[in-house]
């Protein structure tokens, strides 16, 4: 009988968590009033479907969870092997709302390396470490760079974000070697 809860409880746990980070386009006039927190999911990829649009990772807590991207995200992400290290990086949108800004491949390249699966060009700012933080006020200087819809871009400051073309964001997400594709982009 644990068994069979067990089961149950992982398999809801796995169905919330794959309608909780499904991707959703970005509202019109979404208002930026305040930053919101970002967060990381640490772990390993355990598999790529294909079928469904669906990427499965095992957290670095033990967690089996899913996400659903675009095919083409999902043809990229294709290319990494189960087992790699892999990070998902979303927003907190609202209570029971997120939004994943990248999935990255840590080690997979020699550089920072960020591909726009956004669907259309996107900005990626780069700035360096305060204190060991990002997202400092005055950090230095802000390196920018456009990126057409499926082009990449390298950076070699530590700290990054992206924002839709025009806008503008604060470099909050810790940059490190590897590939990762960008999915939506917040200012």
């Known amino acids: ?3 069979f809860r067990s089961g149950a409880v992982s398999g809801v746990v796995l169905l919330l968590a794959l309608f909780l980070v499904v991707p959703t386009p970005r509202a019109a006039g979404q208002a930026a009033d305040a930053p919101r927190p970002h967060k990381s ?8 479907d ?19 991207f675009d095919p083409a995200l999902i043809a990229e992400a294709a290319r990494f092997k189960p087992g790699e290290p892999m990070i998902v990086i979303y927003r907190q949108v609202t209570p029971n709302e997120k ?13 920072p390396i960020y591909v726009n699966m956004t669907g ?9 470490f305060v204190n060991g933080v990002c997202g400092q006020p005055h950090a230095g200087p ?19 974000c992206c924002a839709a073309s025009g806008d503008s964001c604060t470099p909050g997400n810790k940059s490190g070697l590897g590939k990762a594709l960008l999915v ?3 200012e």
Not at 41 to 48: C, P
Request: charged share 20%.
């Open 99 to 111: 939004r994943v800004t990248a999935v990255a491949f840590p080690g997979t390249a020699t550089t």
């Open 184 to 186: 939506n982009c917040f």
């Open 120 to 128: 259309s060009r996107v900005v990626l700012r780069s700035a360096p």
């Open 142 to 160: 802000v390196n920018e760079s456009t990126i057409p819809s499926g082009g990449l871009a390298e950076v070699m400051e530590a700290c990054w």
């Open 41 to 48: 999911v640490y772990g390993k990829l355990e598999s790529v």
């Open 50 to 68: 294909k079928t469904l649009n669906g990427i499965v990772m095992k957290s670095d807590a033990g967690e089996r969870l899913a996400w659903r």
């Open 1 to 3: 009988m644990g068994g």
